[in-house]
């Protein structure tokens, strides 16, 4: 008789899974992303983000406690100006929405990380990553912008800052604006590796940033490059990057395993507002189970090699994984 190989004997009963499963979700491992509007007067729905908010400053506070009490360690924050411009003052603004979230965060008993995103495309009227000439994003004109946002939501009390615009040689320039205005103990998150996804588009909805013309193109990655991935991912390491982030998260899964084995420092994904839109959308439908979908997600994201996931499903995961 030949002899069959029987790797069903791990998987008989739960009990035996439990004990060989290779991978795990905690909620020490999870970001919820949170916006918050200087013009909302109450917590906004976002329509294409079903269960997330454009919140007030104050149910920004409420819906932090509700993280932190579900074992939530850090969020990160995204803000929408009442003002916008061509050079984005609002996201400098020792008084704009962000540093004012940041500290009410502070000044309240919410134990988190704060993490902040450092982008202009919030706050300029053309919603460009950066300042314009024509239709030109102009690249080292604009890091002085980037920086001085970067120190301002550390002077704020930020604990980490996150750039996400994708400009050449910002993260060497933000690690030294922050070094020098005394904040070298303030991490930096770098997006390296962020394509120019059209998985971002429930997102520029909700912060109502979307480009006034043309696309990002010119500055995100080329979702058909992988190799690329590797070479934005170690400049940000030699600039002085603490941490690397891969956005969008499940349709990019092989660029994480990439990284993970090239990469020593920690890797975190992004799970963007496409994706949790999909989901919602579909489970609305009663055409997925939305637990076991979003579950097997994330878990799929770990086992790919990320060790942080930021994702607006992270409080509500936080309180199923209890
Ligand atoms: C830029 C930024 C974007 C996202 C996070 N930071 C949008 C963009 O690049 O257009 C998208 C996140 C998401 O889709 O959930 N500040």
Redesign the pocket.
């Known amino acids: 008789m030949t002899m069959i190989e029987r790797p069903r004997r791990l998987r008989r009963n739960a009990l035996i899974r439990d004990l060989v499963r290779e991978t795990k979700l905690s909620s020490d491992d999870l970001i919820q ?1 949170y916006f918050v509007s200087e013009t909302a007067t109450e917590p906004e729905p976002i329509s294409s983000m079903p269960g997330q908010m454009r919140h007030t400053i104050e149910s920004l506070v409420a819906a932090c406690t509700t993280s932190a009490q579900a074992g939530i360690k850090a969020v990160i924050l ?1 803000g929408i100006p009442d003002e916008k411009d061509a050079e984005g003052h609002g996201a400098d603004a020792d008084d704009g929405i962000v540093q004012k979230a940041i500290r009410a965060l502070k000044a309240s008993s919410v134990e988190l990380l704060v993490i902040s ?1 450092v ?1 202009l ?2 706050y300029t009227d053309h919603g460009h ?1 950066g300042l314009l000439e024509g239709e030109e994003i102009l690249n080292d004109e604009s890091l002085e912008r980037l920086a001085a946002t970067a120190v301002s939501h550390a002077e704020a009390g930020a604990d980490m800052v996150a750039p ?1 615009d994708m400009l050449d040689g910002r993260i060497a320039v933000i690690r030294e604006a922050l070094d020098e205005a005394g904040y070298e103990q303030i991490g930096l998150i770098s997006y390296a590796v ?1 394509y120019a996804s059209a ?2 588009g ?3 909805d909700a912060a109502q ?1 979307a480009p006034a013309f043309g696309d ?1 193109r010119s500055h ?1 990655m080329d979702p058909a490059n992988r190799r690329e991935a590797l070479r934005e991912a170690q400049l940000d390491v030699e600039e002085g990057a603490d941490a690397i982030l891969v956005k969008p998260a499940l349709a990019y899964l092989d660029v994480v395993r990439e990284l993970r084995e090239e990469i020593d420092l920690p890797l975190l994904a ?1 799970s ?3 994706e949790y839109a999909m989901i919602e959308a579909a489970a609305a439908k009663g055409w997925i189970d939305r637990q076991a979908v979003v579950l097997e997600s994330l878990l799929s994201m770990k086992r790919a090699g990320v060790d942080v996931i930021m994702t607006y499903h992270a409080t509500e995961v936080a309180g199923w994984l209890r």
């Open positions: 992303p995204f995103d982008c495309c919030e990553c996400s962020k998985f971002y429930p997102f520029r940033s990002r995100q992004y963007v507002s496409g």
